[in-house]
């Protein structure tokens, strides 16, 4: 089993700047993919950043140039920073991390989600 568990959302002023960071542990062989989706009420769930396992970042064209992905050596913690936040920004983040623990198995782990809110 894989648990991730997700810290850094909050409340900003738009131009403002945030750091979410998601911590996974559990039974991790093969770390394919990390990344950050969120959802905006009333919308579906989107990707923001992802990075793949040979550290190639992906972003949705709405964060380019703002959010920076990354992740630590070990690839058990991944970050997003994001800078010059709009009101826009607002949703609920989740971490996402997919992978094959040492049985081989395949894994598509979500967190619990943080509430980033940005204010006008």
């Known amino acids: 089993q894989v648990q991730l568990v997700e810290s850094g959302g909050g409340l900003v002023q738009a131009g403002g700047s945030l750091t979410l960071s998601c911590t996974v542990s559990?039974?991790?062989?093969?770390?394919?993919?990390m990344g950050w989706y969120r959802q905006a009420p009333g919308r579906e769930r989107e990707l923001a950043a992802s990075?793949?396992?040979?550290?190639?970042?992906e972003y949705a064209d709405s964060v380019k140039g703002r959010f920076t992905i990354s992740r630590n050596d070990l690839k058990t913690t991944v970050y997003l920073q994001m800078n010059s936040l709009k009101p826009e920004d607002t949703a609920l983040y989740y971490c996402?991390?997919?992978?094959?623990?040492?049985?081989?198995?395949?894994?598509?782990?979500w967190g619990q989600g943080t509430q980033v809110t940005v204010s006008s």
């Open positions: 559990g039974d991790i062989y093969i770390m394919n993919a």
């Open positions: 990075i793949s396992q040979f550290g190639v970042p």
């Open positions: 996402n991390a997919r992978g094959h623990t040492t049985t081989m198995r395949s894994f598509d782990s």
